[in-house]
């Protein structure tokens, strides 16, 4: 069973986090990463919900939003900590404020219907619980996303 809703995670996501991975592989700050990893996830929930609902429904039996996202969000806020820019006692801590908190406002998108700059919003409270002054916070939450090589419905 393991490995069959592990199948199905990498199926769901493979193609969306690789292009969200090159993406943010052009980007050199930790807390620019993180923000935007964050925001495309919440966008494509939006505007497309039932790979939002997948990945609430796969989330909740497993690792939050599938190994690789995971593992990928952990290694971003270890590179956060090694840049001296998110203040944490751990990188486990830290992914699990960037991806449980991603989870929780995706759910609320899934059911509610938030603010057009709701992931922004989200995006600021995390980098604020990864140890990030506010101002750079605002300004990292807000910037523009990196262009992302898949075929998403953004409804821009």
Same mark, same amino acid.
């Given at each position: 069973?393991?490995?069959? #809703? !592990?199948? @199905? =995670?990498?199926?769901?996501?493979?193609?969306?986090?690789?292009?969200?991975?090159?993406?943010?592989?052009?980007?050199?700050? $930790?807390?620019? %990463? $993180?923000?935007?990893?964050?925001?495309?996830?919440?966008?494509?929930?939006?505007?497309?919900?039932?790979?939002?609902? *997948?990945?609430?429904?796969?989330?909740?039996?497993?690792?939050? &939003?599938?190994?690789?996202?995971? #593992? #990928?969000?952990?290694? =971003?806020?270890?590179?956060? +900590?090694? !840049?001296?820019?998110?203040?944490?006692?751990?990188?486990?801590?830290? #992914?699990?404020?960037?991806?449980? =908190? =991603?989870?929780?406002?995706? *759910?609320? @998108?899934?059911? /509610?219907?938030?603010?057009?700059?709701?992931?922004?919003? +989200?995006?600021? &409270?995390?980098?604020?619980?990864?140890?990030?002054? !506010? /101002?750079?916070?605002?300004? &990292? $939450?807000?910037?523009?996303?990196?262009? +992302? %090589? +898949?075929?998403?419905?953004?409804?821009?």
């Amino acid at each position: 069973m393991v490995e069959l #809703r !592990e199948a @199905m =995670t990498h199926e769901v996501t493979h193609d969306f986090l690789k292009a969200v991975t090159e993406a943010l592989n052009r980007v050199p700050d $930790a807390r620019q %990463r $993180a923000a935007a990893g964050l925001r495309f996830y919440l966008r494509r929930g939006r505007y497309d919900r039932r790979w939002g609902w *997948s990945m609430l429904n796969m989330s909740a039996s497993g690792l939050v &939003f599938g190994s690789e996202t995971y #593992r #990928r969000a952990q290694g =971003t806020v270890a590179r956060g +900590i090694k !840049e001296g820019v998110f203040l944490l006692p751990s990188s486990e801590v830290g #992914r699990d404020v960037l991806l449980g =908190t =991603t989870l929780a406002a995706m *759910s609320s @998108m899934m059911r /509610d219907n938030p603010p057009e700059d709701y992931p922004e919003n +989200i995006a600021y &409270f995390v980098l604020r619980g990864l140890g990030v002054a !506010e /101002d750079d916070a605002y300004r &990292f $939450a807000h910037m523009p996303l990196p262009p +992302i %090589r +898949i075929e998403v419905q953004w409804g821009d």
